[in-house]
């Protein structure tokens, strides 16, 4: 079993920051923390940021330049640094993680983003 607990989200005003997490825990051998996505009300989930395993990163082109992800493998756990955030970043985001063919997902966090 794994379990993947995001936490940081929250409101902020627009041009502001926030720092995600997403730490891994349970059956974590040989697991690959992937990357984020978010969702937001009346749209599909999307795909914000992901990391390989080598370390690669890959930004949605809504978020290049804001945004980093990185990666801590020995506390298991995958962050998403948000800069400079827009109304339009207001959404769910979710932490994504694969083992073995099978995708594992936590259970979002909200980030609200004012005007």
């Known amino acids: 079993q794994v379990q993947l607990v995001e936490s940081g989200g929250g409101l902020v005003q627009a041009g502001g920051s926030l720092r995600l997490s997403c730490a891994a825990s349970?059956?974590?051998?040989?697991?690959?923390?992937k990357g984020w996505y978010r969702q937001a009300p009346g749209k599909r989930r999307e795909l914000v940021a992901s990391?390989?395993?080598?370390?690669?990163?890959d930004y949605a082109d809504s978020v290049k330049g804001r945004f980093t992800i990185s990666r801590d493998n020995a506390k298991k756990t995958v962050y998403l640094q948000m800069n400079s955030l827009k109304p339009e970043d207001t959404a769910v985001y979710y932490c994504?993680?694969?083992?073995?063919?099978?995708?594992?997902w936590g259970q979002g966090t909200q980030v609200t983003v004012s005007s």
């Open positions: 994504n993680a694969g083992k073995f063919g099978n995708d594992y």
């Open positions: 349970g059956s974590i051998f040989m697991l690959n923390l």
């Open positions: 990391i390989t395993s080598g370390g690669s990163t």
